[in-house]
């Protein structure tokens, strides 16, 4: 089966450097959820869609913008990247609103700042 | 706001002994409850997930998880813990009614499984 795919697995970026993520949800998934997983720390939220408009956010950096595509991938842009964005970065995606069939993740993109 | 905690940082048991991974809730109305297993930099796996029937929820690798309501509780078990299962384990919630339909996580719980 079809998984959340996320590109790319591994980046290394400098300080002050830009970064794109991209998100590839399941087919007929209409909710695209964006989380960040500091060290040792639980997955905080970021940012949704739904059906290609922003759906809520949450602790997102004015640095960051994210915004849903036609055909339904998310790209999550980061600018003037500092050590502490230094993370996981999950996407996870939903459909009917995650009730009966939950969100699936990704497997992240793991993001270095140095 | 919702929120969840998962007051125990690490949790260590010996295979075949039963294991519980401990998880309260605060949420407004009734809740959606996830459990999802982290492996070493891996992604989150989906284990299983209470929306409204059976208190008691079976999900994948033997798992089976507990809601009480008074409690406000969703405690993780498996009667028999296998070394495998030694990973990283967040509890999740979100309000049946949240609009934004994001899950916020527990900080996670490390399950140490020795053999």
């Known amino acids: 089966a079809a998984g959340v795919i996320q ?15 991209k998100c590839y949800p399941i087919p007929r998934h209409d909710t695209v959820y964006w989380y960040q997983q ?3 720390q639980d997955p905080q939220f970021l940012i949704s869609f739904y059906e290609k408009m922003q759906s809520d956010k949450g602790s997102i950096p004015d640095r960051f913008s994210a915004q849903q595509f036609s055909d339904y991938h998310s790209e999550l842009n980061m600018s003037s990247l500092e050590l502490g964005d230094s993370a996981l970065y999950f996407c996870a995606s939903s459909w009917d609103r995650g009730v009966n069939y939950g969100y699936t993740f990704g497997s992240g993109t793991r993001l270095t700042v140095v | 706001a919702q929120s969840v905690a998962q007051p125990e940082d690490q949790v260590n048991v010996a295979e075949g002994n039963p294991l519980t991974v401990k998880c309260t809730y605060s949420v407004s109305g009734n809740p959606y409850l996830f459990w999802y297993v982290q492996y070493p930099n891996r992604g989150l796996q989906f ?9 008691l929820v079976k999900g994948s690798y033997g798992f089976e998880a507990e809601f009480n309501k008074s409690q406000t509780s969703f405690h993780l078990k498996k009667p028999s813990a296998l070394v495998s299962d030694s ?19 527990g900080g996670g719980t490390r399950l140490m499984v020795k053999p």
Do not use: Q, W
Request: aromatic share 10%; charged share 20%; proline share 4%.
């Open chain 1, 38 to 40: 500091g060290p040792g």
């Open chain 1, 7 to 21: 590109s790319p697995r591994h980046l290394i970026k400098e300080k002050r450097e830009t970064a794109t993520l």
């Open chain 2, 87 to 105: 990973a990283l384990y967040f509890c999740a919630v979100r309000a049946i009614y949240n609009a934004g339909n994001m899950l916020t996580f």
């Open chain 2, 47 to 55: 284990l299983l997930k209470y929306i409204t029937g059976d208190n």
